[in-house]
């Protein structure tokens, strides 16, 4: 089941420049930062409430964030939605034909994840995670 929305993913060309307004401006709650090395990401977790948004600053211009950031420049990248059980939402697209971008679930900033292709979902690129 999928329990809420846990972040948005927001790609920008450069993280710290993106705290002026995400954290400054804005005033969310800074929770972590990392480099995600196998997502070519410096990425960053602030939170609003229930939900998060997640900062991801390509450090790979051959990563998907970095052909994104190139191909479409910054700003909305993903949803992800919060489950109990990532093995079993990624088990359940696959058996409703989904098309998958992760055969199994693998560490991100928010747990253990998995994306599913926007082709299945509404031109949206969708994350499960694990947190
Ligand atoms: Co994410």
């Known amino acids: 089941m999928l329990k809420r929305i846990h972040h948005i993913g927001i ?21 972590k930062e990392a480099t995600v090395v196998d997502q070519g990401v410096r990425a960053a977790l602030l939170r609003c409430g229930e939900s998060e948004i997640e900062l991801l600053e390509p450090i790979d211009s051959k990563s998907g964030v970095g052909r994104f950031l190139e191909r479409r420049g910054g700003g909305l990248h993903h ?21 998958l971008i992760d055969e199994a679930p693998r560490a991100g900033l928010a747990g253990q994840i998995c994306f599913l292709h926007p082709r299945s979902c509404a031109g949206v690129l969708v994350e499960y995670a694990e947190p």
């Not at 710290?16 to 307004?21: I, L, P, R, S, V």
């Not at 954290?23 to 709650?29: F, K, N, P, S, Y």
Request: glycine content about 10%; hydrophobic content about 45%; some cysteine.
């Open 79 to 99: 949803i992800c939605f919060e489950t109990d059980d990532v093995a079993a939402e990624l088990e359940g697209a696959r058996k409703r034909g989904l098309s």
């Open 11 to 31: 790609v920008v060309p450069d993280l710290d420049a993106a705290y002026g307004f995400w954290r400054d401006t804005l005033g969310l709650a800074f929770e």
